[in-house]
Structures are given as C-alpha cells and as structure tokens.
C-alpha cells in the first residue's frame, strides 16, 4: 500500500509540474496533450502511453521527467507485485 501511495503522490507531483511548465511537442503528431498521462508516462515506464514520444521536456523539467523514470520504477514494481500476489489463486 505504501508503495501505491507514494506512486500517487508521485503522479500528482508530476502532474502539477507538467501541467504548469508543458513540454513542447515534437513533430506533427497526432496527440493531445495530457499532464497526468505525461506524468504517468515516465513513472510507469515499462507501459508506454506516446505522451513521453510526443512531447520533449526543456530545462528543469528535463531532469524531472528523468528523476520521474528512476523514481517510478521501484513503486511499479512493488504495486505490480503486489496485485499478483493479492490476485493469485492457490
């Protein structure tokens, strides 16, 4: 739980920044811009949702979006592990 927790967090976190400083886009693609799937994007980064392809950090919030992909992975994965453990038959 505390895990979950601290990925929420973290997702309003990332949310909040992402929503007050946007990231320019990159290319002509076809994506609308989302703060919360931008910031879920980097913290879950073994799913890709095309918002961290379509969109390109400046400055500071480069290195956001990088803490984001390091910080996100360990709760992820302890969530992931977690929810099989609770939805595993025996």
Known sequence: MRAGWLL?????????LFGTWPPTPV???PYH????I??????LSLVDLG???AYSP?????WVAIVFVGTGRLPATTV??????????T
């Open 8 to 16: 929420a967090c973290l997702l309003i976190i990332g949310s909040t």
């Open 27 to 29: 290319g002509d693609g």
């Open 33 to 36: 811009y989302q703060p919360v």
């Open 38 to 43: 931008y910031a879920l994007d980097p913290l």
């Open 51 to 53: 918002q961290e392809r």
């Open 58 to 62: 400046s400055g500071a919030m480069q």
């Open 80 to 89: 992931a592990a977690g929810a099989g453990r609770v939805l595993r038959r």
